[in-house]
């Protein structure tokens, strides 16, 4: 028989869950908790999850539950292969305690500067170890506040390596913390058989931008950091964020192209993949940490000076940098009908980028990656929407009337 299932229930598909805030909620998406209040998730009883994850797979289906009503990650599935009893990741942000006070971030000044009630995170995975509720290739997703708070960040990641079969160990951080960065990285750089991912949110491109935006002068502290982790081997995936403000706040040239220099550094000293994601801020739909997480987490397009900014970036990474735009952020989504609508857009915006009219700093600033011969003359701005050359590093690209001619350059 044909049973309605969410995709995250259930283990023989995406299988995970979420602790955060004292609570353990449904999925990612939507605020629906399984249980509240919780005083200790490393005493957590994994029956009492299954128990409140199957009340709600069979309240859907008999519809006496309606959280979950027109959700996009619900599917149709066979009952017999419908699994419930394990989870193959775990989204735990154990505590909203942070070292910064971004200006956008949908945790409040109080919850930032609570104290931290968590300091390690190993027997919560223990805990679930121990009761049999994780998949042999688990992957822990860490963030918070932020992680690299915690006491145990290189025990838990031994523990994992050594405890599960190709497990796969997730930081998402701001990664302004030097002590801690390094020592993490003495320890991940020699773990082998574990796949080791960093997340981290840069949303600018100059040192003032982001004192202003991260409200630190940590900027250049950060890329160090970042370019240490590159550098020494000590990840496989370097997933670097940058938030579209809808304040308009980081949209200028010198912030969208210094973040693609950020990651041109980074791709050219590391031999890890690099993942750059491209997200928006929840704006006025950021009213507290829980009722941001429905998945009408804002409903509305991004603006046309996003749209601007976030084609440039996808331009750029996806023909001249070592990186691949990876779609995971929380508002720019295929996980949402709006999200996947900016997603297309972004693209065509950005495979259509090389043929606008470019302004002097557009101009200035893609030199470094492409020669727009035509395009820094203003009159010249005109004629190219009907002809124009482009030398790219080995082809020139000629276009006329829209249609595309690559030629490769010689020598
Ligand atoms: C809350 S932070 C916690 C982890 C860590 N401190 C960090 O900054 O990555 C997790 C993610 O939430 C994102 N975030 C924070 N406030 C947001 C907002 N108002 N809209 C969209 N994403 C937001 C940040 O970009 C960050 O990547
Ligand atoms: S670093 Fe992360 S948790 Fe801290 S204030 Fe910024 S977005 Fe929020």
């Given at each position: 028989m044909t049973k309605k299932i969410c995709t995250w229930f259930d283990a023989n598909q995406v299988g995970a869950i979420r602790f955060e805030h004292n609570t353990v909620w449904a999925c990612c998406y939507r605020s629906i908790p399984l249980i509240s209040n919780i005083m200790d998730f490393s005493k957590i009883s994994v029956s009492e999850i299954i128990q409140k994850r199957n009340e709600l797979y069979e309240g859907i289906n008999n519809q006496t539950r309606h959280e979950c009503d027109g959700c996009q990650n619900l599917c149709m599935k066979n009952e017999a292969e419908i699994n419930l009893n394990k989870i193959n990741s775990l989204i735990l942000l154990p505590f909203t305690t942070c070292n910064l006070r971004c200006k956008y971030c949908y945790l409040s000044k109080e919850q930032l500067g609570s104290k931290m009630q968590v300091h390690k995170v190993l027997p919560i995975i223990e805990n679930l170890k121990k009761q049999n509720?994780?998949?042999?290739n688990f992957e822990l997703c860490l963030g918070g506040g932020e992680p690299l708070l915690l006491d145990d960040l290189p025990e838990t990641a031994q523990y994992m390596q050594k405890n599960f079969v190709n497990p796969t160990f997730k930081i998402m951080s701001n990664f302004t913390i030097s002590s801690k960065v390094n020592e993490l990285i003495n320890t991940l750089k020699d773990l082998k058989g574990i796949c080791r991912k960093t997340y981290t949110s840069i949303d600018c491109g100059t040192p003032e931008s982001y004192k202003k935006i991260r409200g630190s002068n940590l900027f250049y502290t950060l890329i160090d950091n970042l370019y240490n982790a590159a550098s020494s081997g000590a990840f496989d995936i370097i997933e670097l964020k940058y938030l579209l403000l809808e304040d308009g706040s980081n949209l200028s040239d010198e912030d969208i192209f210094g973040f693609l220099d950020i990651v041109k550094f980074i791709s050219k000293n590391s031999k890890a993949t690099i993942w750059v994601t491209i997200d928006a801020d929840y704006g006025e739909n950021r009213i507290d940490a829980d009722e941001n997480k429905k998945d009408s987490l804002t409903n509305k397009p991004i603006s046309d000076e996003m749209l601007n900014a976030a084609a440039k970036i996808y331009y750029v990474v996806t023909n001249y940098l070592n990186a691949t735009i990876w779609w995971s952020g929380g508002r720019i989504t295929d996980a949402t009908v709006q999200g996947k609508k900016d997603i297309n857009r972004i693209i065509s915006a950005g495979n259509e980028y090389i043929n606008k009219p470019k302004t002097n700093s557009e101009t200035f600033y893609l030199s470094r990656y492409c020669n727009v011969t035509q395009q820094n003359q203003p009159a010249a701005k005109n004629v190219n929407k009907l002809f124009s050359i482009v030398n790219e590093e080995r082809h020139k690209v000629i276009t006329i009337l829209g249609l595309k001619i690559k030629f490769r350059r010689q020598g």
């Open positions: 509720f994780v998949t042999d």
